[in-house]
DNA sequence: TGTTTTTATTTACCTTGGTAAATAAATGAA
DNA sequence: TTCATTTATTTACCAAGGTAAATAAAAACA
């Protein structure tokens, strides 16, 4: 019995351990695939997130929501909208009522390029997984963080 | 009829998107988690995997076969075998035989090391998951990546 | 045997992203 | 009002990791 449960827990261990190996590996190689696809168009898929966000949100919206949204660190949010900002494919201005707040809104020419990104290896990589594993898959990894 | 498959098709898109940032957030976290434990002892999950690798092969073996047990860039393991090296809990060894290649092995005192580490956070955040949830979630994770 | 190709590892260079401190403005309390 | 605290963003600095080229030795082959 002692010996039978220290079993299951080795397999539970390991298993345990693939899954972690197993998600950072499959992070790492989406994001890859990702940039890969963006790459002719010149940004990265963190960039494309934010052109996405801002078009989604259809007016120009503080910084801090922008960083909420991508759940990333702030200095991380600036450092991407500095490089969308060069390229002119996003524009920022200081909030007038509150300022220490930034405005950020996406430009005709974001909208443009976003427009153009049509991502091919995505959409036959998404057709192994049915939208009821998708489900799974989100529920399994919400758990895992709480 | 075209606009409730329309409708399944914008469904199944989200729940993709949601499950690709979810993959990307869960990993980080997970890595965040896993180098906060590792803090007090210096080294990276990177490095302690390195350390686990070795441990298990229980001889010296070629950097090629821990950057392929590491699922790894080759530039990489050589960083951080450096690092294992110079705070001497790995040893490396030119091959003799190939002059090419390099084996790499665990100290006594990497096995030190290794044998205080014990993580507290991870088991706690695995009781939410079952075995066969873990095995569940790998499944998914592989059909990702084909 | 001499030359080309392949293999194993490392170096150089660059980009991304993380933490902590700096800045600057708003809020709250004495 | 004035000073401490909080909030929003940025800057400075550093570590991790990716690509491509360099090195060096083995294998293949003409």
Redesign the interface.
Known sequence: MGEFSKE?NA??DS??V??????????????TLNNKELEPHQISIAQYNILRILRGAKKPIPMKLVKKRM?EKSPNTTRLTDKLCDKELIERVRCEEDRRAVYVSITPKGLKLLSKIVFKE?PT??Q??T?D??????S???????
Do not use: G, S, W
């Open positions: 299951v397999t539970f298993e345990f693939k899954a972690m190996l197993n998600l950072k590996y499959t992070a790492n190689y989406i994001t759940i995505m990589r998404m192994y997984l939208k594993e998708l489900v799974l898959l989100n399994l990894l919400d758990k895992i963080r709480d």
